[in-house]
Every structure is written in C-alpha cells, then in structure tokens.
C-alpha cells in the first residue's frame, strides 16, 4: 500500500522540489515515510521559525519555492513570522502541515495541537490556506499553489491535511505527474506601444525597479540603456543594476536624492515595485503632484493601483514586459543626461550618510568586494540599516534582508543557510546583531550539523541601539534595551564553529579569505565601540 502521506512526497518530487525543512512531529510523521524513495533531503531546524526563514533564504537565491513540514499547531505559530517576512517580500513558501482529524479539527474537546481554526490563522499569511478533506483534492492544491509561484505574485501557500487522511491508501491517485503550469502573462500589442511612445518621448525617464523585477535584470539593463535612464532600486531590487553601472541608483526611495530624481523626471516606468511606505515612507506624498506620467508593470493588478496611481497601468511578467517595450524604443544618441543624474543622486546620497552610516557601508562594501559571487544576507542591524540608504550589490539575490516590510529579528543566520544549501559554491555571509541572533541563535547547530560553512559577522552593541536611539529621539528614558550579551566566542564553539573577534577593520579580508576555506561555519564578532 502507498499511504497518501508517500504519494504527497512523490507529487512534489516530480514538480521538482529536491529537499523541505522542518522538524518532524507525531502528526507528520507519514509526510517522511517516502522520503527516501524520492530522493528528497530533509533539513532539521532547530525552531519552525528557522525552517521558514530558511526556506525563505533558499528561494531567494534558488528561484525554487522553499517547502516545509509544519506539525499542526505550534509548529505553525512558530512559522507565522517567517510565512509574514515571504508574504510581505513576495517569496515563495509552501508550508504543508497536519491537522486534527476529520471530526476533530477546531471541536475544542482538547486534542493534540489543537487550534480554534489554524486555517484562519494561515489565511493571514498566505496566498492562500488550503485544508484537505479528500485525497483527490490535494493535486489540484498543490499545482494551484505552484501556478501562483509561477506566474502570478508569489506569496506562500499553506495546505494542511487531517492526521488520519496522511495515513490512508493512495493507491487510487496513479502515478505522480509534473503539472503543466500556465505561463506569465506578457503586454499587449497596443499596450506596449503606448508604453513605448511616452518613454520614447521623454526627455528624463526614471525606471523604478523592484523586487518583482529580481527575474528581469538582464532586460530591465537593456531598456534603461536605451532609454538613458537612470534606474533606482528598492531595496529588494539592489542588483538589478550592478553598484558600478553608470545608470545605477541604490539608494532609499524615500531619501530627498532619490524624490528629487523623481520630481525632476518627466516619465517615471515603475517594474515590479510597490510604490509604497516599505521603500517610500510618506514621500509618495510629495509625489501625488507629480506633473509627468506614471507607468507601472506589476504581476499584481491589485498592487499596480497603489501607493500611486498610474497613468498607464500594465499587468505581466516583469521579464517580458521589459523586452516587449526594448523591442519598440530607439536607443538614444551616446551622451544623454541619465548617467549624470545618476551620479548626481548616488553623490547627494553620499553626502547625507552618518559617520556611523558609513562605517556600516564600508563593511558591507568589503564584504561584497571580498571575493566573485559572494551573498550578503542581513537582518535588522546597524551596517544593514545603512545598506538599505545606499548600498549596491552586484547582481540581483546577492543581497536581501528582513530590515523592510515585515522587518523581523533573527532572519539572518536560518536564511543564510538557505541560501547556502541554493548556492553550494558561492560564499554567503550573513550579517546580524548580537540582539537578532538571540531570536535565532539554535540554528548554528543546523548550519553545523549539515556542513554548511556560512561565515557570520556578528555587530554587537550589547543591545537594540536602534529602538535606544529612538527611544531617546523621543524624549523617553531607555528601558529594555540594554540586553544582556552572552559570549558568542564560547556559544560558537560550542556548536562546533570557529570563532574569533575582528580588532582591526583592515584586517577583514584575510579575516574573510580565512574562514571561506575553512570549510567549517564562521563566526566573526565585531564590537561597534571598536570598529573605527
């Protein structure tokens, strides 16, 4: 007999899933029978939450959906965190959990894990939540969730299935198929010349690029260059342009450069982006008296009407979109105005950074610069927050954080290992606090236990120095904030990491080169006080 929790692993088997996080529970024990017979490698967390954050980490740079095992329950309260950072960055997740039987689920007679409606609870976190209550139903709950990741915007997806069902005969299903997905829609013959025309046309076009348009970089290079226009990036954009290219603007949406550059444009082609406080804070404002023309490609049509409304409003594929228009635009003459606005920006930037600011972006820039390829992963830390103002990385995926949008604590480390299990050859450095990686700090005995040799930099203020600053910006006495700080150089040898303390900036990169062919995990502690 094949029970359906084996024709479950079969079925994501063919769709391509090649390994899923988690922490196998009573309730999910079934979902682990065929692992084996697929192929499929399990990685243990050591939290739900980390198993999300890791699979979060792994789809970012794979360009797969990260799946998770989620007992029923607490293993899904756990997870939420890591389901609301994918939800609100657009990443795609596949969380599969048990549930109470059928008959028992949400009755509040007091069973195992039991939930008033867990389903409820996903629903706020999810593309959608999905609860099977036949066999046959799953199939088409499962290529629905993979539709999404494919060609609309990818959020995570949750299907829970009843305990008892995990252990029923699926014979009956066949054989586990790969579905045939639809694709990604791309503009229309019409729309895409009336989005040429008005580009065209311009004399200062400014594209905004996002994190929807990750896929679209080559494409997205090749409009800007024909257009002469500069491109600013969003945070979850970074890369899209390369930090040294001409038109390259990395800096925050919402800082006066970057509304400037806006204000001054006469057509602004937003791809993929939001347009909204993530980026933008409350300078979308300054915006809504815009005297030119707004165009925006999304995949979302929902979201192609927010934050600002367009004049011309598209939904595709960011891809696709982007070569259609290419193919219609006449490539400027060889000395436009874009690169000089450019650099007019990314040099007003610079101006406006802190000392302390730069200190963080002078990190960041050695760790990208360190060695070809290298993955910074960040999560809400001091050089992060800088890096968000102005940092550029050099290809899209090799830099993404948790400190925008939903902006939880202790990303960093799980997803760095994500991305390491996605990128084997590449290095991956992930940057966190000495606060954020209290939230997640058992995952270094995943990252040991796998053999995965992520280097982490640990900035340690012994505290949340940015809730202290604005606890005293606000005239209120600081409390909770100075935390105390265990010693990372004994808790990372004791999960089998080296570990040391950079004393000297200069002397980071050997620092750097040492641990990437250590071929063990890292640990290098930086104390801010004494990082000059």
Not at 4 to 20: C, D, K, P, R, W
Not at 43 to 51: F, L
Not at 154 to 182: N, Q, W, Y
Not at 304 to 317: E, F, H, K, Q, T
Request: contains cysteine; hydrophobic residues 45%.
């Amino acid at each position: 007999m094949r029970t359906f929790g084996t024709y479950i692993v079969e079925l994501l088997a063919a769709n391509g899933v090649e390994l899923v996080f988690g922490i196998p529970g009573a309730h999910t024990i079934e979902l682990y029978r065929g692992l084996q017979n697929t192929g499929l490698r399990h990685i243990t967390s050591r939290h739900e939450q980390g198993a999300g954050f890791m699979a979060d980490g792994y789809a970012r740079v794979s360009g797969r959906p990260g799946v998770c095992f989620i007992i029923s329950g607490p293993g899904l309260t756990n997870i939420a965190t890591a389901m609301g950072q994918a939800y609100c960055d657009s990443i795609p997740l596949l969380v599969i959990s048990a549930v109470n039987p059928i008959g028992a689920m949400g009755s509040g007679a007091g069973h195992l894990h039991e939930l008033p409606d867990q389903r409820q609870l996903m629903r706020q976190v999810s593309a959608f939540s999905h609860t099977v209550l036949d066999i046959s139903e799953f199939e088409l709950a499962l290529a629905r969730a993979f539709a999404i990741f494919a060609c609309a915007r990818p959020r995570p997806v949750h299907i829970e299935i009843p305990v008892d069902l995990l252990r029923c005969d699926s014979t009956s299903l066949g054989i586990a198929r790969r579905f045939d997905l639809p694709v990604a829609p791309g503009l229309g013959t019409e729309t895409a010349a009336a989005a040429a025309e008005l580009l065209g046309n311009a004399a200062r076009p400014v594209i905004v690029a996002g994190g929807g348009a990750r896929r679209a970089s080559v494409s997205i290079r090749r409009l800007a260059e024909a257009l002469d226009a500069p491109v600013l990036m969003t945070v979850n954009g970074r890369g899209i342009l390369s930090s040294g290219h001409a038109l390259a603007v990395p800096i925050l949406p919402a800082s006066a450069p970057a509304v400037e550059l806006l204000s001054k444009s006469d057509v602004i082609l937003a791809i993929g982006a939001e347009m909204g406080p993530t980026d933008f804070g409350d300078k979308l404002l300054h915006l809504a008296s815009f005297p030119g023309k707004l165009i925006r490609i999304d995949i979302d049509p929902e979201q192609a009407m927010r934050g600002m409304s367009p004049n011309l409003a598209m939904v595709a594929d960011a891809t696709e979109a982007a070569e259609q228009i290419s193919a219609l635009i006449t490539p400027c003459d060889a000395g436009g105005s874009g690169g000089t606005r450019a650099a007019a920006a990314r040099t007003a930037m610079a101006a406006l950074v802190t000392p302390r600011r730069k200190m963080g972006l002078c990190l960041l820039s050695a760790l990208r610069d360190s060695a070809a390829n290298t993955i910074i992963v960040g999560d809400s830390n001091q050089p992060i927050y800088a890096a968000c103002m102005a940092f550029g990385a050099d290809a899209p995926g090799t830099f993404f954080c948790s400190a925008t949008g939903y902006g939880t604590l202790g990303y960093a480390l799980p997803a760095a290992i994500g991305a390491k299990i996605a990128a084997p050859d590449r290095p991956v450095v992930c940057v966190i606090g000495d606060g954020g990686l209290q939230f997640t700090l058992a995952e270094m005995a995943t990252a040991t236990e796998i053999g995965c040799p992520i280097i982490m930099v640990v900035w340690n203020n012994n505290g949340y120095a940015q809730i202290k600053t604005h606890m005293e910006n606000a005239g209120i006495e600081p409390v909770g904030v100075d935390i105390f700080t265990p010693d990372f150089q004994k808790l990372a040898q004791a999960f089998g990491w080296h570990a040391e303390i950079l004393a000297k900036p200069n002397t980071l990169g050997a620092r750097l080169a040492a641990a990437r062919g250590r071929g063990k995990p890292s640990l290098i502690e930086i104390v801010e006080v004494s990082y000059v």
